[in-house]
């Protein structure tokens, strides 16, 4: 089992930044995936940004040039940068980490909410 906790929302004005941290523990295999995804009332859960196998970097339209997203290997975390927020990244954020094994397994954070709002 893997466990994902993730901090760092709350509330902030349109303009304003956030940094989000997800920190996976247990059962990590040495080749995984992590990303941040979100979802908004009434709308489906969205991809924000997650690292690829080759450790290149993927974002949703939307965000690219906003958001970034960073990983420490040694401490297994996950960041995601959000500057210049707006009031539709609104949302509950949620980390995934993918154990790329021969049976890929993914599991999920118990999300964290991110307001924007003046």
């Known amino acids: 089992q893997v466990q994902l906790v993730e901090s760092g929302g709350g509330l902030v004005q349109p303009g304003g930044s956030l940094r989000l941290s997800c920190e996976a523990s247990?059962?990590?295999?040495?080749?995984?995936?992590m990303g941040w995804y979100r979802q908004a009332p009434g709308k489906e859960r969205e991809l924000v940004a997650s690292?690829?196998?080759?450790?290149?970097?993927d974002y949703a339209d939307s965000v690219k040039g906003r958001f970034t997203i960073s990983r420490d290997n040694a401490k297994n975390t996950v960041y995601l940068q959000m500057n210049n927020l707006k009031p539709e990244d609104t949302a509950v954020y949620y980390c995934k980490l993918t154990n790329w094994t021969i049976t890929p397994t993914t599991y999920w954070g118990q999300g964290t909410q991110v307001t924007v709002s003046s």
């Open positions: 247990g059962s990590i295999s040495r080749l995984n995936l």
């Open positions: 690292f690829s196998i080759g450790g290149s970097t």
